[in-house]
């Protein structure tokens, strides 16, 4: 475990004001709150932020998440419990998160094309930027999640 750096909140409160702004818009954009989770919670994993996948699998639990689809995140492509809808945005916030390795595959996109209206597609976009981007924060400054 590592010892917190600093506290964004408190070093940049207007930037942090302006990511806590993109986080309510996210929240509101009017996508489903569980496939919301299952991005934060997928895209968490691949960056490794343990302060995140504590706050969204608390969060997703507390909406009716099943223990049995978070603990199966890791390896959604085997497993027949999510739909096609969360299937497409899952490939999608994996090749964003990674994009330097992927490239955003045209595959991928014609996936979420199916499943998602232009505007969603554009949200659903910046919800897994809004994702990556408080993960670089938690991870970067190392915020502490809750020891429970």
């Known amino acids: 475990m590592s010892t917190a750096r600093l506290n964004a909140y408190t070093a940049a409160p207007k930037a942090m004001q302006a990511m806590i702004a993109l986080n309510d818009f996210v929240e509101g954009c009017g996508l489903e709150h569980s496939l919301l989770e299952l991005v934060k919670m997928r895209a968490s994993q691949i960056n490794g932020c343990a302060y995140c ?17 978070l603990y199966l995140l890791d390896a959604w492509r085997e497993s027949s419990l999510y ?10 916030t994996e ?17 979420i094309a199916r499943h998602f209206s232009a505007e969603e597609q554009v949200n ?4 897994i930027n809004m994702i990556n981007s408080w993960n670089r924060i938690a ?5 502490q999640h809750p020891k429970h």
Not at 53 to 69: P, V
Not at 124 to 127: E, R
Not at 139 to 143: H, I, N, P
Request: charged share 30%.
């Open 83 to 92: 739909s096609e809808r969360e299937r497409a945005a899952l490939a999608w």
């Open 95 to 111: 090749a964003l998160t990674r994009l330097s390795e992927t490239r955003a595959p045209d595959e991928d996109y014609a996936a």
């Open 124 to 127: 659903l976009t910046v919800a």
């Open 53 to 69: 996948l504590h706050m969204h699998s608390t969060d997703a639990r507390k909406q009716g998440e099943t223990e049995m689809r």
């Open 139 to 143: 991870v970067g400054f190392r915020s």
